[in-house]
């Protein structure tokens, strides 16, 4: 069973249904017994951080999700929650990634929204996956890189477009609102042992 975590918000159902096509059953939930068991753990991410951070803390998610052992994947704001500190906000993160999520100069279009490509490519997560192959963004805030970026995307300026420790991974970018090659990202994250 994959466990889409369910915070209030967002591209829950577009995550589900993307899953659903691969032919994996899913449960949306925020049940700390449901989450432990699960064979996966998908953090889709829509919204702003201070106020999905409280809802896990209400929860007690925050102490729950670092302490996962199996394949955990952050889509969008899911991977910035897995993050230090955010600048939406001036929120506190889950600490996973050792980075900070900062917001894009006003030096272009803000929000950066539509499809890029992927630069420096590594990591299990992208296998067959080119920098020819576009992927579909929408957010104002980034991560910088770092020792865990796995691939980076330039807008205004480089940011990681994934990340990956262990078992938590992160796409900033849609992979269920990125067509095919969308599909392959979630592919690779649901065939990870």
């Known amino acids: 069973m994959i466990a889409i975590i369910d915070y209030g918000a967002g591209n ?3 995550v589900k249904n993307a899953v659903r096509k691969l ?8 049940d700390f017994a ?20 409280n809802y896990l803390k209400e929860r007690n998610l925050d102490t729950l ?20 500190f955010s600048e939406e906000g001036n929120t506190k993160c889950l600490g996973i990634f050792d980075l900070k999520v900062k917001e ?3 030096t272009d279009i803000v929000p950066h929204m539509g499809w890029n490509n992927l630069q420096k490519i590594k990591g299990g997560l992208l296998e067959g996956i080119s920098t ?43 992979p269920e609102k990125s067509g095919d090659i969308g599909s392959k990202i979630l592919e690779n994250f649901l065939k990870l042992k």
């Open 132 to 174: 020819e192959d576009n992927f579909y963004f929408v957010h104002s805030y980034y991560c910088e890189t770092g020792e865990y970026t796995t691939s980076e995307c330039e807008y205004i300026l480089p940011f990681s477009a994934t990340l990956q420790k262990d078992n938590f991974y992160g796409t900033q970018f849609h």
């Open 12 to 14: 829950v159902k577009s």
């Open 104 to 106: 894009f100069p006003a």
């Open 23 to 30: 032919e994996f059953e899913t449960i949306l939930t925020s």
């Open 65 to 84: 999700i670092p302490t996962l052992k199996q394949p955990f994947l952050g889509i969008c704001l899911g991977q910035q929650l897995l993050c230090d």
């Open 34 to 53: 449901e989450i432990r068991k699960a064979k996966k753990v998908i953090f889709p991410g829509v919204g702003e951080a201070s106020t999905a951070m």
